[in-house]
């Protein structure tokens, strides 16, 4: 063990071996690195208005045209028109759409019980209201969480433009 530790020893304090070589050592896989480092940019209106009804077709937000879902939890890993890669980074590239996920149930729950207090008023179902919301949202956030991921792509796309080589 001493002799490892000395092997790596450098003196800008980095070390002699790089990530890779360390992930390789441990046995385990290196992080891939993001495929695009392309500038953050401000759609215009007519840009997000043409990228968000794609979102609601769920097709592709580059092209438009091709599917993103292959079945309800499948995605398909390119676009079948132009051959656009859906996860842009790294393995954790969708949890961008856990959080679009989270907004939306949160708002989906927030209306439901606006609407049901209003519609109910004074005799409120407080017991349904207590035990039965709960179930539905966390029901319904997993039901839209393929949604959420052609949301996140579309925001992502909309705010960092394709590059040609993600089109190979």
């Not at 070390?15 to 360390?22: E, F, L, S, V, Y």
């Not at 007519?46 to 092209?63: E, F, T």
């Not at 959080?99 to 606006?114: E, K, P, R, V, Y």
Request: proline content about 7%.
């Amino acid at each position: 063990m001493r002799s490892l530790a000395l092997s790596n020893y450098s003196p800008n304090g980095k070390g002699g071996m790089t990530d890779q070589d360390q992930h390789a050592s441990r046995g385990t896989p290196a992080v891939r690195r993001r495929m695009t480092d392309t500038p953050m940019t401000t759609p215009s209106a007519r840009r997000a208005a043409g990228a968000l009804w794609s979102a609601v077709r769920l097709r592709c937000p580059h092209c438009r045209r091709g599917k993103v879902l292959r079945r309800w939890y499948g995605m398909h890993e390119r676009c079948s028109v132009c051959h656009f890669r859906y996860e842009r980074s790294d393995e954790n590239y969708f949890q961008g759409a856990m959080f679009i996920n989270f907004m939306i149930g949160g708002f989906t729950f927030g209306a439901s019980l606006l609407a049901v207090l209003l519609l109910s008023w004074p005799n409120v179902p407080w017991n349904a209201l207590t035990f039965g919301a709960p179930v539905v949202m966390l029901v319904f956030m997993v039901l839209l969480y393929p949604i959420s991921k052609v949301v996140w792509l579309t925001v992502d796309v909309m705010v960092r433009p394709v590059t040609p080589h993600e089109l190979e």
